[in-house]
């Protein structure tokens, strides 16, 4: 290790030895030294940005379920007030999901 002298130039260079490291000359003496400790990191992630993830997770437009909807409502035989209901439906429980 590196030898540095001491404020008071008379008492002489100093050994510098790692905390945690124990030196042969010293049974011991590496329970009488201060643990080294390291920081820990933390991430918070915002309620908009697991929502925006969420969004990058849907899957693409499904154009053969367009059209098919398309085709219903033009003939006439597209059940809104059901699949409204169901939809809505569908939103409330997700939401009450996500807060309880």
Same mark, same amino acid.
């Given at each position: 290790?590196?030898?540095?002298?001491?404020?008071?130039? #008379?008492?002489?260079?100093?050994?510098?030895?790692?905390?945690?490291?124990?030196?042969?000359?010293?049974?011991?003496?590496?329970?009488?030294?201060?643990?080294?400790?390291?920081?820990? #990191?933390?991430?918070?992630?915002?309620?908009?940005?697991?929502?925006?993830?969420?969004?990058?997770?849907?899957?693409?437009?499904?154009?053969?379920?367009?059209?098919?909807?398309?085709?219903?409502?033009?003939?006439?035989?597209?059940?809104?007030?059901?699949?409204?209901?169901?939809?809505?439906?569908?939103?409330?429980?997700?939401?009450?999901?996500?807060?309880?």
């Amino acid at each position: 290790m590196a030898d540095i002298s001491g404020i008071g130039a #008379d008492q002489g260079p100093a050994r510098l030895e790692h905390p945690t490291r124990q030196r042969p000359d010293q049974p011991g003496r590496e329970n009488d030294s201060p643990a080294i400790r390291r920081g820990s #990191d933390e991430v918070e992630v915002s309620r908009l940005s697991v929502m925006l993830q969420r969004l990058r997770d849907v899957p693409g437009i499904r154009e053969d379920l367009v059209a098919q909807l398309r085709r219903e409502i033009e003939a006439g035989v597209y059940d809104e007030e059901t699949r409204l209901d169901a939809a809505l439906d569908a939103m409330i429980q997700e939401i009450s999901e996500q807060r309880g």
